[in-house]
């Protein structure tokens, strides 16, 4: 099977090593692109208006100056030889569950190999209320392929991506892996901290606050606090079925 590896922290990530370890209980047929510098947040943004420059990086492996989406776009067009048989993002720093799904860029590159045709996954490992710096990425590294290796043998939709989230929790204390829906948080933890520069102007950083919500059961966050892995079936397609009925009653003819 040959795996292309990407992220949205960057080619130097500590979870792009963690994610290359967990590839390797699954092939040895290994190729990296990753971006340049860290793209966290950016979605599923593709440079339209500068062009992208890579840099091989090793054998297989190339640093990109884009976007996690540049990344794929490129490997598979211009850097492999062939299409990868596999797409892995990740291993993110930080959980990517909830509504956080809908901007990060760790889900983009997963999302874009889909696009592409290519069976995709997301990996993150979830920093709820650690000090900064002290993720338990062993906790990725020991689950990392028990989650994939049963996904890949039993394939899963093409215009759908898995996301895997590992819990903030020693290796040993992750209680098994559960399946689950995407949450929805009661209360937004992005926030804004104004500050003011050397000439008197503001400027803002944003960033997230460490707060949990009240997640119903069956959702990625409920298993992510409760410690278990979360294994998510995520598609593009963000169409509301429920109330899409109701408007098409409207204006039913």
Known sequence: MKILLTNDDGINAPGLAVLEEIAREI???IWIAAPEEE???KGRA???THPVRTRK????AWAVAGTPSDCVLLATHNLM???PDLVLSGVNRGQNIAEDTSFSGTIAGAMFGMQMGIPSVALSQAQSFRERGSLPWDTARKWGSKALKPLIETGWPGDVVMNVNFPDVDP???KGIKVTRQGFRDESIIHTDRREDLRGNDYYW???RGKRSKPAEGTDLRA?????VSISPLHVDLTHEVFLRTLREIWKS
Not at 57 to 60: A, L, N, P, T
Not at 224 to 228: L, N, R, S
């Open 46 to 48: 593709i440079s339209l």
């Open 81 to 83: 030889p062939e299409k």
């Open 172 to 174: 040993d204390d992750v």
């Open 57 to 60: 990086v090793g054998d297989k």
């Open 27 to 29: 092939s040895d047929d």
């Open 206 to 208: 944003i960033g997230y």
């Open 224 to 228: 992510i606090y409760d410690g278990y």
């Open 39 to 41: 793209q966290s947040g």
